[in-house]
């Protein structure tokens, strides 16, 4: 919701591609995924696939990585067909060279990678929380939003005293 095209910067967050490698630097200091080298080489295995593979691939954002993660579960289970899943957009033929890239990896890998990415997502925009240096403009953000589209709401207790860390 607070980021893409510019919008979070306004509000003292970091942009989407300074999110996306705090997320990144977040994620491969965590003591849980240095001790599971099966998940940690899933995700460097989906990094450097989206480098070679994706249509754009100067501009990899955390959207971008997520969705791979699930993609890649998905191709797993699919005939060899290269429109057959959506972030990669593989060359003619390049499905069979990533199926082969993913056939070590199971279910469960998959399960545990996104599992731990998204929550480094969270954390990461949580702690960013901390540098919104206008709150008035970030609660009138919010409210118009919740104007426009059903927003989720959860709390989170922790977060320094200014007036809008009750609910998220």
């Known amino acids: 919701m607070l980021t893409g095209a510019g919008s979070s910067i306004p509000f003292g967050y970091p942009s989407t591609q300074d999110f996306t490698n705090l997320i990144e630097s977040n994620f491969k200091a965590d003591a849980v995924v240095s001790s599971m080298p099966q998940v940690s080489n899933f995700y460097d295995q989906v990094i450097s696939d989206l ?96 104007k426009k589209f059903v927003i989720r709401k959860f709390p989170r207790n922790n977060l320094p005293n200014s007036g809008f860390n009750k609910h998220i």
């Not at 691939?57 to 969705?67: V, W």
């Not at 993660?69 to 060899?80: A, F, G, R, S, Y």
């Not at 731990?116 to 702690?127: E, G, P, R, S």
């Not at 540098?131 to 403009?137: F, L, P």
């Open 51 to 146: 480098k070679n593979y994706f249509l754009n691939p100067g501009i990899i954002t955390f959207e971008n990585i997520y969705q791979a993660i699930q993609d890649v579960m998905v191709l797993k289970n699919l005939p060899t067909d290269p429109k057959a899943f959506d972030e990669f957009r593989p060359h003619v033929g390049a499905s069979h060279e990533l199926k082969v890239h993913y056939a070590g990896y199971t279910k469960i890998d998959g399960n545990i990678l996104q599992d731990l990415y998204l929550k480094h997502i969270l954390q990461t925009f949580l702690d960013q929380l901390a540098n919104v240096a206008d709150i008035a403009k970030l609660k009138a953000a919010i409210t118009y939003l919740e």
